[in-house]
């Protein structure tokens, strides 16, 4: 084993980069968070907002995408941390300090150590199963599983640890899961007044927790919310989320359809077709597509600044959807719609692409509308 305790720990951490002691402190952090569910209904309603946007922020940190916001981590950092220490969040907290501009594997060290993760988390003594048979004593599994996250950061870049699940060779700890328990149950006793961050936090911790992190640009708009709307509250917090999620959902519907778009294009006019390709904004896009492909940038360029405009935004989803109607226009004047799917890409005009493919140009239209609610 790599580590087995706290000295081949500090040993081991000597000698990692500063990316590695940052991923290895989120995941020992990460791993101790569901003991916020011990905390009184009064702490954890202070501590929530709080650990969340910190642990966030140290594991998008680990994954090496917050390049350039050393300055954004440091005051992130001293408004989360000041006045909420516990022997719980200091393991958070940690985390997150290590996150800052400095190569310090003590910190890392802090975070695993009894002093700090085991002492703090209340699992000095040993865990039994239902059965009270004597299992794995807990500082020996979490010693355990840090070994198992050293082997990885050996061998792969620090966003690929967070693939993994948090507990690889075992199940989460019976104590630890009855913490997490408690913790969903308060978060379900408070769906009514913070129920949307609620539920996106339990999400989020979902996925680090099985080894299917959301998508890591995602986490990263997440972590960059504005201090002014954490300190407005949760519910400010979560309408700038759903604004998030949905900006970046119709990100990727957007991209889908480019590239069926282009797709079109290739099949229509490179095998065998007579017109070459017309470059619009340099995608060689056909020129029976400019009515689908002009409101698409068009959109684009509006989800692209910080707070589209409504009233525009309307008007590019009009236009998208009577793109839409002239391809359904087009599908009913013909007879012969059945046609062979591996010969459906030929068809030279705009309807007949939009009558046999709009699914993801629905996709768009359904994503835009959602962005459009949520502004």
């Known amino acids: 084993m790599v580590i087995s305790d706290e000295d081949s720990a500090r040993a081991w951490l000597k000698t990692q980069s500063h990316s590695a002691l940052v991923a290895f402190s989120a995941r020992a952090a990460l791993r101790a968070l569901p003991r916020l569910g011990d905390e009184s209904e009064i702490q954890i309603s202070k501590l929530l907002g709080r650990v969340f946007r910190s642990s966030i922020i140290s594991t998008v940190a680990a994954a090496e995408v917050l390049d350039g916001e050393e300055e954004f981590l440091k005051s992130a950092f001293y408004s989360t941390a ?153 519910e400010a917090v979560a309408e700038e989320i759903e604004k998030i999620r949905t900006k970046f959902d119709l990100e990727m519907r957007v991209e889908e359809l480019e590239a069926e778009l282009r797709h079109a294009t290739v099949n229509r006019h490179g095998i065998g077709g007579n017109m070459p390709p017309e470059p619009l904004h340099d995608a060689p896009i056909a020129q029976e597509l400019v009515i689908v492909w002009q409101p698409l940038e068009e959109l684009k360029d509006e989800v692209a600044k910080d707070d589209p405009d409504p009233t525009r935004l309307q008007k590019i989803i009009e236009a998208l959807v009577t793109a839409l109607k002239k391809g359904f226009a087009w599908c009913l004047k013909k007879c012969d719609l059945i046609v062979d799917t591996a010969i459906k890409w030929a068809i030279p005009t705009v309807g007949g692409y939009l009558a046999l493919n709009p699914e993801k140009l629905e996709a768009v239209i359904e994503a835009a509308k959602k962005l459009l609610g949520a502004l």
């Open 82 to 234: 000041a006045d909420t220490w516990s022997a719980f969040a200091d393991a958070v907290f940690s985390a997150h300090y290590a996150a800052l501009d400095e190569s310090n594997p003590e910190i890392a060290v802090d975070v695993l150590s009894s002093s700090v993760l085991l002492r703090a988390a209340g699992y000095d003594d040993d865990d039994s199963d239902e059965a009270g048979e004597k299992t794995v004593e807990w500082s020996e599994l979490a010693y355990r599983q840090a070994d198992s996250d050293a082997r990885l950061l050996e061998n792969s870049r620090p966003a690929q640890l967070f693939q993994q699940p948090l507990w690889l060779s075992a199940s989460m700890p019976v104590t630890l899961a009855t913490s997490y328990d408690k913790l969903t149950a308060y978060c379900s006793s408070q769906n009514e007044q913070w129920g949307d961050f609620l539920d996106f936090f339990l999400e989020w911790y979902s996925g680090m927790l099985n080894g299917q992190p959301m998508p890591w640009d995602l986490q990263r708009r997440v972590a960059l919310i504005d201090e002014a709307i954490w300190e407005t509250g949760l």
